[in-house]
């Protein structure tokens, strides 16, 4: 464990993704022969906290794990990382979460997601880590944790003065609308959350900005949209929208990308402050992670200087 204060907490999701390739799915009562089966950590919070250590930031994580194998590992690779686990809570009941992915060979996915033990990451949990969450300079969130964790994650926040970014992923069925307001320094969806956000369209680029701008209506500080080879939008104040865009690479795996923006961006963010810079950092680390397979397995160790600006 680090002594330094840490300069973000993620309070998020903790998963085992147990990924099976296969030649065709099974019917209901079939059994067939699969062609592979890979395993990996992930789960949004957890893939944050590790691009943005990789990056050499100071990250503590809020979250929960099973008192299984999977949670051990778990604890271990955050550990391996660099990363401040003292607010991340074993419970010996539960299961680890785990993102089982059947892959058809067209490259299709079919994702059953079981929270486990990150369905019972309390309010209580985020108020034990409010010193924590006092001394940082960037809380991240995502919505794979319940809601009511995420609704104190930003009250805590508010409280201690600590600006916070959500990320509202996977995109929500419904999202209490009280969520969205001045306690959010910064928004970051990609263009279909953001229409769920919103409910309004997001096709061109004049529905982005007028979506974002409905965000902005009601407090929040910025919206960075993202979208995938296209790059990033930045929509904030009263100035036109800022394009950035992707890393010209040959993307091989876009696994985890979305996480890999968000963790280099908040790690260039507590840095210096510098949004835009944060913003090409972010698409900078997202596209070397395109290049490579897996979500954690694809974010390489490496100064927040070497990522060129
Ligand atoms: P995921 O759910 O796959 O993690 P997402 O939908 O949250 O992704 P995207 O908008 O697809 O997020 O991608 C996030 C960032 O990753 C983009 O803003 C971009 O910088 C980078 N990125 C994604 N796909 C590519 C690509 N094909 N080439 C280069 N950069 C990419």
């Not at 100035?239 to 923006?261: I, N, Q, S, W, Y």
């Not at 908040?266 to 510098?274: E, I, L, S």
């Amino acid at each position: 464990m680090s002594q330094e204060a840490p300069s973000i907490v993620v309070v998020g999701s903790v998963n085992r993704d147990l990924v099976t390739i296969l030649e065709r799915m099974p019917a209901g009562g079939e059994t067939v022969h699969a062609r592979d089966f890979l395993q990996s950590h992930g789960g949004k919070g957890a893939n944050q906290a590790v691009a943005a250590a990789r990056l050499g930031a100071k990250v503590a994580l809020v979250a929960k794990v099973g008192g299984d194998v999977f949670g051990a590992d778990a604890l271990a690779n955050f550990r391996a990382a660099g990363i401040d686990t003292s607010h991340v809570g074993e419970l010996p009941d539960k299961p680890t979460g785990t993102a089982t992915i059947l892959v058809e060979p067209d490259g299709e996915n079919r994702i059953m997601i079981v929270a486990g033990a990150n369905g019972a990451l309390t309010p209580a949990d985020v108020e034990a880590a409010a010193d924590t969450i006092a001394k940082a300079r960037l809380v991240l969130l995502q919505l794979e944790v319940p809601m009511e964790t995420v609704a104190a994650a930003l009250a805590v926040s508010a409280r201690v003065g600590t600006p916070v970014c959500l990320n509202p992923a996977p995109a929500p069925d419904s999202l209490d609308a009280g969520l969205i307001g001045p306690a959010l320094r910064f928004v970051v969806p990609n263009r279909g959350e953001l229409a769920l956000l919103t409910g309004l369209p997001t096709e061109s680029e004049a529905d982005l900005a007028a979506a974002a701008r409905a965000l902005l209506a009601r407090g929040v500080g910025a919206v960075v949209v993202t979208l995938g080879a296209e790059g990033a939008l930045l929509v904030e104040g009263e100035g036109e929208p800022r394009r950035f865009p992707a890393a010209r690479v040959r993307a091989l795996d876009t696994t985890g990308a979305g996480d890999a923006f968000i963790g280099a961006f908040a790690a260039r963010f507590v840095h210096d402050g510098d949004v835009e810079a944060a913003i090409r950092n972010g698409a900078a680390f997202a596209g070397l992670s395109v290049t490579r397979q897996g979500a954690q397995a694809s974010y390489p160790a490496m100064a927040l200087s070497d990522l060129g600006d």
